[in-house]
């Protein structure tokens, strides 16, 4: 198939008569294929730590929503190769995700995958369900699979709120797809294993949105305390982690003030707890 | 096949009268200026076929005429913008772009074809201050209008458009806008459209990330309550500057002289 740039100019109708299905993906795939992330070609040998690498991403839900957050280190290999990336993407109003692995891969993904979201509702007039939302994620993610045997690896965590039940859910996936959907809370990334281990002690059912962004932050410190490829609060550069929050009101990101003052308050029980809330033992 | 030679100026004009014929059948749609950005009003008995869509992040769609033939322009429309976007940035797709994809199909088809398409059809792009917005009307034969304030097309569009210049002013607040382009819509002594019945939706320069966002339910019987209540302003408030027929923006020719094609 040739690419858009070389059609005839009477082939410009393919826009309108092409009336397959409403994915974006889809359409690309079958009208300018060279857009589309490389699923075929594959690299010579594994390029492992040369490229930066995203790490850790924790959500959980609340009563009535979902909260999502992620460090803002890059690492390649035991470079810090960036300290203010951006790892956790707004897909469309009511959902998130947040990617860890290779960091151009998980970029790219996202936006693809926001513009898949918003092709489907503009398209069809309705918004995909959530399961559908995550569902198409793992089809992406499957698509990658080539470039995850090469060592690019991008795993992402997704977030949304969910209108039928009032509450949010999350998903997370492996490398060849998914998804399998978390009950309260999960953490994606080298540090997720520290961070999963500070949730799980933390997590209240009953929390509001305030206390469960608090609850993040303190996972996230947790795990760049012990994982060092996981970035902890910048107090120097004033670079907080990114905490987004989606309730029935739809997404919205927590501004760097807001964040900050989570941060700080944070930071001050931990000058005199260095290891954080202790939870209760009965 | 009838015997005989009509010449290409006939053929032309028969297919425009054609057109023009089919767009007059259906209700009018109201594109206009109010504070925040460019507001939609389609009478509209259907819940979901709609005449008034969202394009991309600042673009919108409204349409009068057939529904198969705006519809695919529509579908069309949106995989331009979104390859568009997913190419470059999000901030390339422009108004303007969108609206000489829809201007060069339509002029082919309307050239080309045996019948040409009988729609009109607006894109419109909300700017960041009312100076960046912009209103893009374009006609079954692929002219393209660039409107100032507002538009009206379909049914009856002279009157409503008279109507329209009336009572437009700059800077009208939502509630306003929607008042006038009801008065718009609606035939002197008319009956309003009952709210059941409307199609409305607003690209709206303060909203974040998409700008597009309709209008129903609750909020949109308060606006009209609202917009009812204020009277309609009077006659020597400051009219829309560039009242006069806008001149076409595409070359001129046969087809394309202004005020009205052929």
Known sequence: ?????????????????????????????????????????????????????????????????????GDRRATSGNIISQRDVEKVFRTDDYSCMGIAGTASTGIEMARLYRVELEHYEKMEGRTLSVAGKANRLATMIRG???????????????AAYDPDRDGGRIFSYDVAGGPYERERFDAIGSGSIFARGSLKKLYREDASADDMVMTLIQALYDAADDDSATGGPDVTRKIWPIVSVIDADGYRRLTEDEVSGYVEQMLDARMIAPDGPIAPLR | ???????????????????????????????????????????????????????????????????????????????????????????????????????????????????????????????????????????????????????????????????????????????????????????????????????????????????????????????LSQGTATPPPAADSAPAEPGETPPPTAPDGDVDDGSSPL
């Open chain 1, 1 to 69: 198939m040739a690419s858009h740039r070389d059609l005839p100019a009477g082939l410009v109708n393919h826009f309108f008569s092409n009336t397959g299905s409403s994915s974006f993906t889809e359409f690309v795939g079958s009208y300018a294929p060279e857009l589309l992330p490389q699923r075929d070609s594959v690299l010579a040998t594994p390029i492992g730590d040369q490229v930066p690498h995203a790490t850790t991403i924790v959500a959980a839900t609340f009563a009535g929503g979902v909260v999502m957050a």
């Open chain 1, 144 to 158: 990658n699979l080539g470039m995850a045997m090469q060592g690019l690896v991008v795993v992402p965590l997704f």
């Open chain 2, 1 to 223: 096949m009838p015997f005989g030679y009509a010449s290409p100026e006939q053929i032309m004009r028969d297919k425009a009268d054609y057109a023009r014929k089919g767009i007059a059948r259906g209700r009018s749609v109201v594109v206009l200026q109010y504070e925040d950005g460019i507001l939609f009003v389609a009478p509209n008995p259907s819940r979901a076929l709609h005449k008034i869509s969202e394009i991309y992040d600042r673009i919108g769609f409204a349409a009068v005429g057939r529904y198969n033939e705006f519809e695919e322009l529509r579908l069309g429309g949106i995989r331009y913008a979104d390859i568009n976007g997913y190419t470059y940035d999000r901030s390339d797709v422009t108004g303007r772009g969108l609206a000489n994809l829809y201007a060069s199909n339509l002029g082919r088809i309307f050239t080309e074809s045996i019948k040409s398409l009988e729609v009109e059809v607006v894109v419109a792009e909300v700017g960041d201050t009312p100076d960046g917005d912009a209103i893009y009307r374009l006609t079954f034969d692929g002219s393209v209008f660039d409107e100032h304030g507002f538009a009206a097309m379909g049914g009856q569009a002279e009157a409503v458009a008279t109507r329209l210049k009336e009572h437009y002013r700059e800077g009208m607040p939502l509630a306003e806008a929607l008042g006038v382009a009801l008065t718009a819509l609606t035939e002197p002594g008319g009956e309003r459209p009952p709210v059941a019945q409307l199609e409305v939706a607003v690209l709206d320069r303060t909203r974040e990330h998409r700008k597009f966002q309709r209008l129903t339910g609750p909020r949109l019987e308060r606006l």
